[in-house]
């Protein structure tokens, strides 16, 4: 059985922007909702507010969602930069993005971890809902963080180009001579 590791790193990418963009719609209702209380809402005492976590996990789709864009279009046209599109690169922004999902996911966890006593009011679903979806975008990218540093320590790929199917004799940013 032949593993085709791009293909396995696109599907997980493909996986992460989609948890990023309902993430992202969810962090939005949640903060429409809250910025725009109506009058005699039983939440704050009427008055509106905002949840910093909230926009924590907003920003943090919002910088995921271009980030998994631009990766799986490096994958797939298997682009070639020497500073931009390495392993290396990726590994350092995957690193800065599980910090940012794992403060995300964490901190909306603590007060919303368990809203079961709320389930009839939407609010209590949606918060629900951006608590799963903050998880799963946090283990959709260790998953790729692990796959990412699995591979670049096993082949001393860091600074290879990260679509992860070189061919040191046809990239301009590799020395083409093997040394043994």
């Not at 919002?62 to 599109?85: D, G, K, M, N, Q």
């Amino acid at each position: 059985m032949n593993f085709d590791l791009p293909k396995l790193r696109i599907g997980l990418y493909g996986a992460l922007l989609f948890w990023s963009f309902v993430l992202m719609c969810l962090a939005a209702a949640r903060l429409n909702y809250t910025n725009h209380l109506p009058r005699g809402d039983p939440l704050n005492g009427g008055h509106s507010f905002t949840d910093p976590i909230v926009g924590e996990i907003l920003f943090t789709t919002l910088i995921t969602i271009p980030w998994s864009i631009y990766i799986i279009w490096a994958i797939i046209t298997r682009y070639e930069h020497p500073t931009f599109a390495t392993f290396l690169v990726e590994s350092v922004g995957l690193s800065i993005l599980w910090i940012f999902w794992i403060a995300g996911a964490g901190g909306a966890t603590g007060p919303w971890g368990n809203l079961s006593w709320c389930q009839q009011f939407e609010a209590c679903r949606v918060l629900s809902a951006l608590v799963a979806f903050a998880w799963l975008g946090w283990l959709t990218l260790t998953a790729l963080l692990a796959l990412t540093l699995l591979f670049a320590i096993a082949n001393k790929a860091f600074g290879e180009p990260l679509h992860g199917r070189w061919n040191p004799r046809e990239s301009r940013y590799v020395d083409p001579v093997v040394r043994a």
